[in-house]
């Protein structure tokens, strides 16, 4: 009896090196995709993170900073607004690189920026995971 | 340059960089892919209309 498709799937060798993949992936958004051939859906993820940080930088969203003092909830808010900053990869970083740090001030327009930041280090988590199920071949 | 997005448009943007994200890494094929992306934008409208409906209801 043949192997199923599953069983097939899983013993295949890994397409490249999953931590290698992801990590490409985290650093530029797409960029995982593109390693593993996946040069159109590496390309739309790319430019849909872009997009999603940038307007977020044109809104002048504040970005979060770890360290302030606080009660447990807002440190909690703190650190996982850091790392859905720091989860656009190269992005973030040459963002803070360029000297790029409006002063958190209140209005729904610089809110709603810092939130666009964040959300576009989100989908790239996404994106992240997908490229690594694509190099395990659990998925194509 | 700088943008100045009321509550309607960063929430048409989030939905629209939010849905193509997630059509890409749900399906297997391209057509699959767009008709997910364009159901997830369609359920992101609905809800911010339906929400929206709901806050002006219990606000008045």
């Known amino acids: ?140 | 340059m700088s943008l100045n997005l009321n509550h309607f448009w960063m929430s048409i943007l989030f939905a629209l960089f939010s849905s193509v994200i997630l059509g890409i890494v749900t399906k297997q094929t391209d057509r699959e892919r767009i008709r997910y992306g364009a159901y997830c934008f369609g359920c992101f409208v609905v809800a911010l209309f339906g929400i929206g409906w709901v806050m002006r209801l219990l606000h008045g």
């Open chain 1, 1 to 140: 009896m043949p192997a199923t498709t599953t069983e097939t799937v899983a013993a295949a060798p890994p397409l490249r090196s999953p931590w290698v993949t992801v990590l490409v992936a985290w650093l530029v958004p797409g960029a995982g995709h593109l390693l593993l051939g996946r040069r159109v859906r590496g390309a739309v993820i790319f430019a849909t993170v872009l997009l999603c940080f940038a307007v977020g930088l044109l809104m002048r969203g504040p970005l979060f900073e770890v360290g302030g003092a606080g009660d447990v909830l807002s440190r909690l808010i703190e650190w996982g607004g850091h790392l859905g900053d720091m989860a656009s990869g190269l992005l973030y970083f040459v963002a803070v690189w360029m000297g790029y740090a409006p002063p958190d001030r209140a209005g729904h327009t610089a809110d709603y920026g810092s939130k666009l930041i964040v959300a576009a280090g989100l989908l790239n988590i996404l994106a992240m995971v997908d490229a690594y199920e694509i190099a395990t071949r659990q998925k194509d």
